[in-house]
């Protein structure tokens, strides 16, 4: 039974009751029946004039507490709510059907420590105005999950004193909020550095000491390291300059993200997603060239050398989106420079041609993500065969976290 | 304590409280209707309960509770001396119960029914709870409350002023209040809610105020529209339409006769009587070919109303005097005339001195109508006439004496009416007036003639009632057989008038020590018939309607000797007579002080039963309804309270016996953890799995330390609730 109809069968109601009582007053007379035909009246001429009054006067606004939010953290949700005229009203209800990313809380790896997290649907405030013009409803939303979110739909109900009719008003909300992939501190293990980023140390070192490898200079300009500076130029010219060493000679990393949504568990996705975001910031700080590229969808991959970019990009992955960003085809470019990182939740068929095509001169780490009940025997297995790709692999479990910091090491 | 758990018991007690006070104008009329009630205690003890339900103890220790305030209420109200005794209780109930059995209601004692009162009390607190906090709708209740209080101020000698004002309070500020509580989806904190509630109840007070403040000073009006009690018991034949469905009853216009009516079983009024008569009440003598009319305007002469002489009888009867109190309920309330049987000399009612007569419409009317009061009670004085035979066939009436009044007819009745008249006389043989009138009487009892109340046709424009009776349809009711005969005998020139008036209503209760009766007569016992008059007797009534008996017998003067023998021989033995007499005489002024009471309270007392019987009949129905989950609750607080394994066996039993009745056999090839699986596949989860693995623990390790954990309690209670709602 819709609410319009219910209100139409109280009103009615209630003149069937007050048909009832003026029949009962024209028969009998009297002080009884009068005073209940005209103290009824009194009511139902309140009933009916809530029952008139409009909600359509009213005017809503939403605010968030900050501007950009990360992945698992906690977001104040402000509705303020502005009356055009102050009719007493008892009880006011903001109900939020939530948009159906909001849902469901973010999980990753990192949160099977945590205690269980509750499904939400729906965020009920209740409210007693009275006269108040100006309401504010404000929830918290925890624990949110990555991605951009719109839509879920808002109602506001009011009712009489007698609780006879509920007035309800639609809003439509179409601001959007969006959640980046939680923030990791990668501190990478001096081995696996040592190991990974061979080449870069190397490099750095003979370009110390034999500057002359360097094939080029050019004018300083802020920002340059200090150590490039070419100073028996500026000695000779009293110029600043830098050195330029050749492309082939600098050390280059491929940070590869494997996006399984069909197949892997959301907690390894997730924090499959935030490694990379952790890596390629990581590297973006050493200064080490970097460049990031998602596969997803077994053919589909995005190509990013931009932190913001890249960021922005993961925020969105995730298959209600897919249609936002289509990238061109393309392959990892394959240098003999590059290292590869490889981050996968699963062992698809992306992955597998990925690893084949680069396997002969390459220098790769594989990071596989999973719970650690969900790799069994055959997969452990298959792990270990990766190594005829030149890949060394290793594996994050939930048991891998210990703190927010995370290490990175090889086995 | 948890502050919301705070906020939800004031919240209950607010509203319990409301509800006590709006139940506490059920109680206070009873003061006024019933003298025995015992009001104080009937308060005391409905507080009581519904402190004992207030505070939600357990089921048994709260009926417990109650019983013992029952039995304690219930020696206080019949002063016994031990408070804790339940013999006075059993004495009243198997005194009481065979004074019901044979619907003897006035003779039910006061404590008796003080302790329906307090049965109701008991039952009502329960109602009211389930009303107020588990359903949290007490609409119900507030019309029911606002419906009595109305019925009783219109009904009775309730007044209602101030009642309905604090009723009209208590009703909206409860009703507010639950649909308050209703209306908040979750609870509030305790600080938020004491600020909402006063401010709730702020708002709610200043619209209430007004509400009141304006009811109460509005001009109060006298009825505008007439009083529909009478216009829906008499029917109006002015307004008679001819297809129109009359309703049986007494009314005063009979100017257009005939068409069907519906039978009515209003009550118009009781008689309390020594002996079963016809009432009269009026007589006409104008026949116009459609109806009666009178041939004169009433004029009433006064008449000391303890001699009252109506002209009926040409000569004094002379037998015993009798006596009935005729009592008439507020259907007949606009009634102005007596309805006295024949024989009437006295007629006392509130007023002694003089009652209005009109002889020739055989009128009796109460002194006073300009003060629109009604008759309500009143007590006749009869003598009952004999008619005898040997002198009504001896009675001549000299043609100069005869009054053309009496012998009137419409000068367009039909010719054949007066041949039919000639031809039944020939045909009997009759040559006094005795037996002309006895001819024409019998003449209807013939199977030419048929009763019947719907298939009854009215007179067409040009048609004579009587002629369209006696010729065409021959099937019709009393006002078509009594019309008819005066009209025949008219014809024959004898004298005769159309008398209205009731029959003798039916027996509702025999009051073994007394000679008297109590008739109740309704708009079903409203009749017509004929009166003849005799010379040197007087008016004598005929009933010529079929499947009547008259109210007087024509005896022949031997029979009369023979009837009034029995009665001398029965005194033969004086002096128990006498005791006999005493008895009945002191029974009969004590029952006429409280007739009055009775008549009010053995109504009262039926609806309070049939109302126990529903309230009950309701309650174990409910039970019924919700048993399984009240056999699950049972189960879980056994198993909660004693952890033991036990406990737990026979709750597993109950599951199983569940599931049977939800279609889930246990097959006999089946295993426990086979069966297990069928369970969980339906009701989606694990539990049962879980449940029936700890029971083979329970089995094959009898004895040896298996703990009954709270996790197979709660997953034995959510399977339970599962298995229950899913058959709803």
Not at chain 1, 153 to 169: A, N, P, Q, W
Not at chain 2, 197 to 224: H, M, N, Q, R
Request: hydrophobic share 40%; net charge negative.
């Amino acid at each position: 039974m819709s609410q319009t109809f219910k209100n139409r069968f109280v009103l009615l109601l209630l003149f069937v009751i007050f048909a009832v009582l003026y029949a009962y007053m024209q028969f009998q007379g009297g002080f009884v029946s009068s005073f209940l035909l005209t103290s009824y009246s009194v009511l139902l001429l309140y009933e009916l004039i809530f029952y008139m009054f409009p909600m359509k006067g009213w005017s809503v606004s939403r605010s968030f507490s900050e501007k950009q939010v990360y992945a698992g953290d906690r977001v104040d949700v402000n509705i303020s709510l502005r009356r055009a005229i102050p009719f007493p009203v008892h009880y006011l209800l903001y109900e939020e059907k939530l948009a159906e990313s909001l849902r469901t809380p973010y999980v990753s790896l990192l949160t099977e420590q945590l205690t269980q997290i509750k499904k939400r649907d729906v965020i009920i405030i209740e409210k007693a105005p009275f006269f108040k013009r100006d309401v504010t409803f404000s929830y918290a939303l925890e624990h949110i999950a990555r991605g951009i979110h719109s839509g879920g739909s808002i109602r506001l109900v009011t009712t009489d004193i007698f609780g006879l009719f509920k007035k309800e008003s639609h809003i439509i909300v179409d601001d959007e909020l969006i959640i980046y992939p939680r923030q990791l501190n990668v501190r990478l293990a001096s081995d696996w550095a040592g190991r990974l980023l061979d080449g870069y140390i190397t490099t750095a070192k003979s370009f110390e000491q034999d500057s002359v490898t360097s094939t080029s200079v050019k004018e300083f300009s802020p920002g340059d390291k200090l150590s490039t500076i070419h100073w028996k130029q500026f000695a000779k010219q009293g110029e600043l300059m830098t050195k330029q060493f050749d492309d082939e000679k600098r050390a280059h990393i491929s940070v590869a993200l494997f996006y399984d949504e069909k197949n892997a568990s959301k907690q390894a996705q997730e924090s499959a997603i935030e490694y990379c975001a952790a890596l390629f910031n990581h590297f973006t700080n050493e200064q080490i060239e970097v460049e990031a590229s998602i596969h997803y969808d077994s053919d589909q991959v995005i190509r990013e050398n931009n932190s913001r970019n890249l960021l922005f990009s993961l925020t969105t992955l995730s298959h209600q989106m897919k249609e936002k960003r289509v990238d061109e085809t393309k392959t990892i470019q394959s240098s003999p420079n590059t290292t590869f990182v490889y981050l996968a939740t699963t062992m698809n068929e992306q992955l597998m041609s990925e690893l084949k095509k680069n396997s002969p001169h390459q220098d790769a780490v594989l990071l596989y993500f999973s719970h650690s009940t969900a790799l069994n025997d055959e997969d452990k297995k298959e792990l270990k065969n990766l190594q005829n790709y030149h890949v060394r692999v290793q594996l994050i479990t939930e048991k891998t976290f210990i703190n927010d910091q995370v290490e990175v090491k090889s086995e | 304590m948890n502050m919301r758990h705070t906020a939800a018991n004031v919240e209950h007690f607010i509203i319990y409280t409301l509800g006590l006070f709006l139940f506490l104008e059920w109680v206070y009329p009873i003061e006024t209707l019933f003298e025995s009630a015992n009001v104080q205690l009937l308060i005391v003890f409905l507080i009581y309960t519904f402190l004992v339900t207030y505070l939600q103890l357990r089921w048994w220790l709260s009926f417990l509770l109650k019983a013992v305030g029952f039995i304690i209420v219930i020696n206080v109200s019949i002063q016994a001396k031990q408070l804790f005794s339940v013999m006075p209780l059993y004495e009243q109930i198997i005194e009481n119960a065979q004074f019901i059995a044979k619907s003897n209601w006035h003779l039910i004692t006061e404590p008796f029914e003080n302790m329906l009162f307090f049965t109701l009390i008991w039952l009502v607190s329960y109602l009211v709870f389930y009303w107020y906090i588990v359903l949290k709708n007490n609409l119900l209740f507030v019309l029911l409350t606002f419906f009595y209080i109305t019925v009783l101020d219109t009904f009775t000698v309730y007044d209602g002023t101030i009642p309905i004002i604090r009723v009209f309070i208590f009703a909206i500020l409860s009703f507010a209040c639950v649909r308050f509580s209703a209306t908040w989806q979750k609870e509030l904190p305790i600080k938020k809610y004491v600020r909402t509630i006063i401010k709730y109840v702020l708002l709610l007070g200043s619209i209430l105020s007004i509400a009141v403040i304006a009811g109460y000073i509005v001009p109060k009006d006298e009825p505008a529209w007439p009083d529909p009690v009478p216009f829906a018991t008499m029917f109006n034949q002015n307004e008679a339409d001819e297809e129109q469905v009359k309703k049986s009853g007494y009314g005063t216009n009979d100017d257009t006769l005939g068409g069907p009516f519906e039978t009515d079983d209003t009550l118009l009024f009781t008689s309390h009587s020594d002996t079963k008569h016809y009432y009269k009440v009026e007589t006409k003598d104008l026949y116009t070919g459609k109806g009666w009319e009178r041939s004169e305007e009433i004029i009433y002469e006064k008449q000391a109303n303890d001699s009252i002489k109506l002209g009926m009888f040409d000569q004094p009867l002379e037998n015993d005097e009798k006596e009935a109190m005729i009592t008439y309920e507020d259907s007949f309330a606009d009634m102005d005339l007596f309805a006295y049987p024949y024989g009437t000399t006295a007629i006392r009612y509130d007023l002694n001195d003089y009652i209005f007569v009109n002889q020739a419409s055989s009128l009796l009317k109460k002194r006073d109508v300009e003060n629109g009061e009604s008759i309500e009670q009143y007590d006749v004085t009869y003598r009952e006439p004999t008619y005898i035979e040997e002198q009504l066939s001896t009675s001549e009436t000299n043609e100069a004496d005869k009054q053309a009044r009496y012998t009137q007819l419409p000068d367009e009745l039909p010719e054949r009416i007066h041949e039919l008249a000639e031809e039944i006389v020939e045909d009997a043989g009759a040559t006094n007036t005795l037996e002309k009138a006895q001819a024409v009487e019998a003449h209807f009892s013939s199977t030419d003639f048929v009763y019947e109340t719907t298939d009854v046709a009215v007179p067409e424009a040009d048609e004579d009632y009587v002629d369209q009776f006696l010729f065409e349809t021959q099937q019709g009711y009393c006002d078509n057989y009594s019309t008819s005969m005066v009209v025949l005998l008219r014809a024959l020139d004898i004298e005769a008038r159309w008398v209205k008036g009731f029959t003798g209503g039916d027996e509702v209760l025999t009051n073994e020590q007394s000679d008297k009766s109590t008739y109740e007569i309704t708009n079903e016992h409203a009749h017509s018939w004929v009166e003849v008059y005799f010379a040197g007797v007087g008016w004598v009534p005929f009933e010529p309607t079929k499947g009547f008996t008259p109210d007087q017998p024509i005896v022949p003067e031997d029979d009369m000797e023979e009837a009034e023998d029995p009665l001398n021989e029965e005194s033969l033995d004086e002096e128990q007579i006498e005791s006999e007499e005493d008895e009945s005489v002191e029974e009969n002024e004590q029952d006429s002080i409280e007739q009055k009471d009775e008549q009010g309270k053995s109504t009262i007392l039926k609806w309070l039963l049939i109302t126990l019987l529903i309230i009950i009949a309701g309650l174990t129905a409910y039970l019924v309804y919700k048993r399984r989950e009240i056999r699950m609750k049972q189960l879980y607080n056994r198993m909660t309270r004693e952890q033991s394994i036990a406990s737990f066996e026979k709750a597993f039993t109950y599951l199983l016996k569940l599931l049977r009745k939800r279609g889930l056999t246990k097959e006999e090839s089946m295993t426990l953890r086979e069966y297990a699986v069928t369970v969980d596949k339906k009701y989606a989860g694990n539990k049962m799995k879980k449940l029936a693995t700890f029971y083979e623990q329970v089995l094959y390790n009898k004895g040896s330390n298996v703990q009954l954990t709270k996790t197979i309690v709660n997953q034995w209670k959510q399977l339970c609730d599962e298995v229950i709602k899913n058959n709803k």
